[in-house]
C-alpha cells in the first residue's frame, strides 16, 4: 500500500466551482481504477472553514504501488500536469488504515504529526493504530489512514467524513467533491486490511 497526496495552490479569485466540475467529471473516470482502494478529489475554499487560500488536492491509497507508477507516467497524470502543472507529489508508508461505516465522504483533514529522533517506532505504531481505531469507529468515519514519511520523519493522519467540512484546528480541512473508491468495499467486504 501506499499514500500520496499533491496539492495546487490556485489564485484567490479562482472560480472553486470549476473545480467541483472537474472533480465530480474526471472522478467518475476513476470509480474502476485497478489498484486503487481510494481517491479523494478535494478542495480548500479561501476564507471558508479557515482556509488560507484556495487549493485543489487529490489524496490516494494505492493498493498497488505499481499501479500508482503506472499512472504517474502515464496519459492521467498527464492531464494534471497540463491543467496545473507539475506538482510536489508527497508519499507515505501506510501504518495503519480502518474502514468505517459511513458511505458518503463529504470532508477530508489532515494532521501532520513531527517523529522525534529517539521515538520507539514499534510503540508508535501502536499508539497510532489504537487511535486510528477510535477514529474508525465515529460514526461519520468513512476511512482513516495514518501514514509514516522516512525521509522528514513526519506522520500524517487523514480521515475522511461523511459530515460537511468544519474548521480544523489540528491541521487541513477539505470538502470532498468526488471519492471515487474501487477498492474501499472490497476490503471492507474482505475485511482483510493488515498493515
Not at 106 to 114: T, V, W
Not at 150 to 176: A, H, M, N
Amino acid at each position: 500500500m501506499l499514500i500520496k497526496q499533491y496539492e495546487h495552490r490556485l489564485p484567490s479569485n479562482y472560480d472553486m466551482n470549476q473545480i467541483r466540475d472537474r472533480g465530480r467529471t474526471r472522478g467518475a473516470l476513476w470509480n474502476n481504477a485497478e489498484g486503487l482502494v481510494f481517491k479523494a478529489f478535494a478542495l480548500r475554499e479561501r476564507a471558508r472553514s479557515d482556509a488560507p487560500n484556495n487549493a485543489y488536492t487529490s489524496v490516494y491509497l494505492w493498493l498497488d504501488e505499481g499501479a500508482a507508477g503506472k499512472f504517474v507516467t502515464g496519459t492521467g497524470f498527464k492531464h494534471v500536469l497540463e491543467s496545473f502543472g507539475r506538482p510536489e507529489i508527497e508519499l507515505w508508508l501506510p501504518i495503519d488504515f480502518r474502514i468505517g461505516t459511513a458511505k458518503e465522504a463529504r470532508s477530508l483533514y489532515r494532521e501532520d504529526i513531527p517523529v522525534k529522533e529517539d521515538a520507539d517506532l514499534e510503540a508508535l505504531k501502536q499508539t497510532e493504530a489504537a487511535r486510528n481505531e477510535r477514529i474508525g469507529t465515529r460514526p461519520d468515519t468513512v476511512a482513516s489512514l495514518v501514514g509514516l514519511d522516512v525521509q522528514s520523519w513526519r506522520l500524517v493522519r487523514f480521515t475522511l467524513s461523511s459530515e460537511p467540512l468544519r474548521p480544523f484546528d489540528e491541521g487541513k480541512g477539505y470538502e470532498i467533491v468526488h471519492l471515487a473508491a474501487p477498492g474501499l468495499a472490497k476490503l471492507a467486504a474482505d475485511k482483510a486490511v493488515t498493515l
